[in-house]
């Protein structure tokens, strides 16, 4: 069985569960590799060794560059703020390394399309964390639409809703960081919504936005005041290059709601409608019928041999299975998907989405 040794940079939540994940996979697959958590990289020495031992790594460090050099790794899993994303993954690419990386893969496009050269160039196999992807009802959904299921597409809506800034106590994160430093919703939230339109519907030919940010200032740390330069909320009009239009949200203000992903694509022979409330399921109607019928899309993970594979899957089943399709690209030498030129499409798609503002 082919071993991958992983070294994971960043110790907060993503990080974990980006460990969980990738530790998590003989668990639900019966896979002829694995992977093996060798070294977890954070800024804090104390901190990053309690992490590494809580979660079963065999190492722990503060120092970026000898894990880059370290040639028992295999795999640079970066879990980071947006702004060493960049950095970080050309100098795990550079050194070799298959990279796997939290969303938005840059702060600029033109950072995202190096950064896909490269990858290309080097002969590694470089994703980004598009899980969302991954849920049993869009799987369905995308097997449907490619098949023309629906029909030509003429309109959707996508909706990713929270309501984490809704507070104007929450102190100042990095998220809230200006927009040049990789802040703001659409950053984090949008890129998720973008990739799911284009994954499922085909290529954003244009944009039109507005944003709107609730508090303009908010506490730091040490108790000062500091300007939020960066979108609470962003609304989108978009056009497809095959002229199909839709509207697209993403908001950390919406109040009352709590991780809320909504799709519906709507074409010339039916619709499709998905609810991340219910993941294992889809929504369909057909032609003039306006019955929607509910398709029970579990088991829906190809390959995955996991007990009773029926029951709704949790929150961290799409990252695992995205991890699965990681390093199942890496044992075939194949490119995977959502790809770096997946997510530098993506990204090139923010800056139009900023570049034409509307009010």
Known sequence: MKAYNIAVIGGGFMGQTHSFSAQ?????????????????CGRDPLKTENQARRWGFLHATSDFDSVAGNPEIDIIDICTPNPLHYPQ?????????????????????????????????????CQVTFQHRFWPGLMRAKEILDAGGIGSITNFRAAFLHASLAD???????????????????????????????????????????????YPQRRGE??????????????MLLRLKNGACGT??????????SDVLKIEIHGTDGALFFDFDRPGQLGCSGGGNDEIKIIDCLPKYPDSD????????????????????FLSSISKNQTPSPSFADAAKVQHLIETARRNTVY
């Open 306 to 325: 996991f007990l009773n594979s029926t029951q709704k899957p949790g929150w961290a089943r799409a990252h695992i299975h995205s991890y699965y399709t």
């Open 248 to 257: 697209a949200e993403v908001s950390k203000i919406a109040t009352g709601l």
């Open 89 to 125: 993954a050309k100098a795990a690419i550079l050194a070799g390394k298959h990279v796997y990386c939290d969303k938005p893969l840059c702060v600029t496009a033109a950072q995202a399309d190096e950064l896909a050269e490269l990858a290309k160039k080097h002969n590694v196999c």
């Open 24 to 40: 998590s996979i003989p668990f639900f697959y019966n896979c002829k590799f694995r992977a093996v958590l060798h070294t977890l």
């Open 168 to 214: 104007g106590d929450r102190p100042y994160a990095w998220r809230n960081a200006p927009i040049s430093e990789g802040g703001g919703v659409l950053n984090d939230l949008g890129s998720h919504i973008l990739d799911l339109i284009v994954h499922l519907c085909g290529d954003i030919d244009d944009i039109k936005s507005a944003f709107k940010t609730l």
């Open 222 to 235: 040490n108790g000062q005041m500091l300007d939020v330069l960066s979108d609470d909320a962003a609304y």
